[in-house]
């Protein structure tokens, strides 16, 4: 059984670009949650959707969107991209909404974004 | 924001001796969980223990919870090279219709063969 897929895995863009960070969660999975890791930090909180809506917003400006399809991946847009923008993008996929039961998440290996 | 801290940032053991590490945390919570994140690849989950637990116990991994002190513990016993990584707490909190997850800032152990 697959884990949960996040493609690219690398990625160099320029600032002021565009990005589109993918992920395929667990099948099964129906929430999905993205979480920022700067070098040095713990993962923060970017977005969750659950049943394809979106069921929490972390910290960050407007320049950062997610959806969720009809088969539970996700994706998540950076739009004007900044230097700070710089990091480990990672998915984490569950089959709750909520992490109950002793199951927590099952993240994939992220994206390394690097904004030049 | 990071909720949790964690407790030592770096710890330096000898192998097979044991490591702990604690995560102080702010606001009230519905469980806490530790991941594991070997060199900046993805996180692995451990261990989630839920607020009305006190220990809990997985293979070599020991976690407490003192919810009266906002803290907790993980004790790595007879610990390998392979224990190499950093730690995370994660505290969880249902708020608006879905749970919140938010991590400390970790602890990176080196564990010496």
Redesign the interface.
Do not use: E
């Given at each position: 059984d697959a884990g949960?897929t996040q493609s690219p895995t690398h990625l160099i863009k320029t600032r002021g670009q565009h990005v589109t960070l993918r992920c395929s969660p667990i099948s099964g999975h129906k929430s999905v949650?993205w979480?920022q890791?700067v070098?040095g930090?713990?993962?923060?909180?970017i977005f969750?959707y659950?049943e394809k809506e979106e069921?929490?917003r972390g910290?960050f400006p407007d320049r950062f969107s997610a959806r969720q399809f009809p088969n539970y991946s996700s994706e998540l847009n950076v739009n004007a991209l900044l230097l700070g923008d710089s990091a480990?993008y990672?998915c984490?996929s569950s089959s709750t909404?909520?992490?109950?039961g002793?199951?927590?998440?099952?993240?994939?290996?992220?994206t390394?974004l690097t904004v030049v | 924001?990071?909720q949790?801290e964690e407790d030592p940032q770096a710890l330096s053991i000898q192998e097979g001796e044991n490591a702990t590490m604690n995560c102080s945390y702010k606001t009230s919570i519905?469980?806490l969980?530790w991941?594991r994140q070997n060199s900046?690849?993805?996180?692995?989950?451990?261990?989630?223990i839920?607020s009305n637990e006190r220990e809990k116990h997985s293979g070599r991994l020991r976690v407490t919870l003192d919810t009266s002190k906002k803290s907790s513990s993980l004790l790595i016993t007879a610990s390998r090279a392979a224990d190499t990584a950093s730690y995370?707490c994660?505290t969880?909190l249902?708020s608006?219709?879905?749970?919140?997850?938010?991590?400390?800032?970790?602890t990176k152990l080196q564990v010496i063969p």
């Open positions: 949960v949650s979480y890791q070098l930090q713990g993962p923060q909180f969750q659950y069921r929490g910290n480990l990672l984490a909404r909520v992490l109950s002793g199951y927590g998440y099952t993240f994939g290996s992220g390394r | 924001s990071q949790g519905n469980n969980q991941y900046g690849r993805g996180l692995v989950h451990l261990i989630l839920r995370f994660a969880a249902n608006g219709g879905y749970q919140k997850v938010t991590f400390g800032i970790g």
